[in-house]
């Protein structure tokens, strides 16, 4: 790994793949806004957030186990990984809500899976995600495409913060959704004309000022 790359945190590449300008913000402006969706997933994962082992026959289960990958540039933190005697290593991440099949979520898994590779010198084809909406955990496949996928998302959020620039907002369904609609502001973003307006009449110059005097 260059002493210069980017080092990407895992959760940027799940914001990323759910709205680019959402990651932007959370990356350059420490922007992130707790709703009452967030909320719950912060109270889900304060038990699974420290750092703990647990041993059965047959399986150890470790949580909060940090991870990375040196070639990618990743670094993050596991929610549960399960270790088999088999040698079979499993990551699973918890959600508050329910679970989408090929959603951002499991970009976020299959990097976590990338990552234990590296560590425990194995390979994963598969993991999951635990969705507290309906209390199950969801298979993900941790294939070519969605390897491949981890690694186009690794470079996109490499590029975000190489150039310090926030990606433009898009204003679609996705915002009715996002606790940072707020301070995103998409649809007034989304139309640059009318923001281009908004700026030129908030500042026009006061023809009445006395500052020329």
């Given at each position: 790994?260059?002493?210069e790359q980017?080092?990407?945190p895992?959760?940027?590449?799940?914001?990323?793949?759910?709205?680019?300008?959402?990651?932007?913000?959370?990356?350059l402006?420490?922007?992130?806004?707790?709703?009452?969706?967030?909320?719950?997933?912060?109270?889900?994962?304060?038990?699974?957030?420290?750092?703990?082992?647990?041993a059965?026959?047959?399986?150890?289960?470790?949580r909060?186990?940090?991870?990375?990958?040196?070639?990618?540039?990743?670094?993050?933190?596991?929610?549960?990984?399960e270790?088999?005697?088999?040698?079979?290593?499993?990551?699973?991440e918890?959600?508050?809500?329910?679970?989408?099949p090929?959603?951002?979520?499991d970009?976020?898994?299959?990097?976590?899976?990338?990552?234990l590779?590296?560590?425990?010198?194995t390979t994963?084809?598969?993991g999951?995600?635990?969705?507290?909406?309906?209390?199950?955990r969801?298979?993900?496949?941790?294939d070519?495409?969605?390897?491949?996928?981890?690694h186009e998302?690794?470079?996109?959020?490499?590029?975000?913060?190489?150039?310090?620039?926030?990606?433009?907002a898009v204003?679609?369904?996705?915002?009715?959704g996002?606790?940072?609609?707020?301070?995103c502001?998409?649809?007034?973003?989304a139309?640059q004309?009318?923001y281009?307006?908004?700026l030129?009449?908030?500042?026009?110059?006061?023809?009445?000022?006395?500052?020329?005097d």
């Open positions: 790994m260059s002493t980017i080092i990407i895992l959760s940027a590449l799940e914001h990323y793949a759910y709205c680019p300008r959402q990651a932007g913000l959370i990356l402006e420490d922007g992130f806004v707790d709703d009452a969706s967030t909320v719950r997933g912060t109270l889900l994962h304060q038990r699974v957030h420290e750092p703990d082992e647990e059965r026959p047959g399986l150890r289960t470790l909060a186990l940090p991870v990375w990958h040196d070639d990618l540039g990743l670094t993050g933190v596991c929610d549960v990984v270790l088999r005697d088999d040698g079979t290593v499993i990551p699973i918890h959600k508050s809500g329910a679970y989408r090929g959603g951002p979520a970009v976020q898994v299959v990097a976590q899976a990338i990552c590779e590296e560590r425990f010198n994963i084809d598969t999951y995600i635990y969705a507290a909406g309906d209390r199950r969801h298979p993900v496949a941790v070519d495409a969605a390897r491949g996928r981890v998302l690794a470079e996109a959020v490499r590029e975000v913060l190489g150039r310090m620039a926030l990606p433009v204003a679609d369904r996705r915002c009715r996002c606790s940072m609609n707020a301070l502001m998409p649809r007034l973003l139309d004309k009318r281009r307006q908004m030129s009449e908030r500042f026009r110059p006061n023809p009445e000022s006395d500052w020329d």
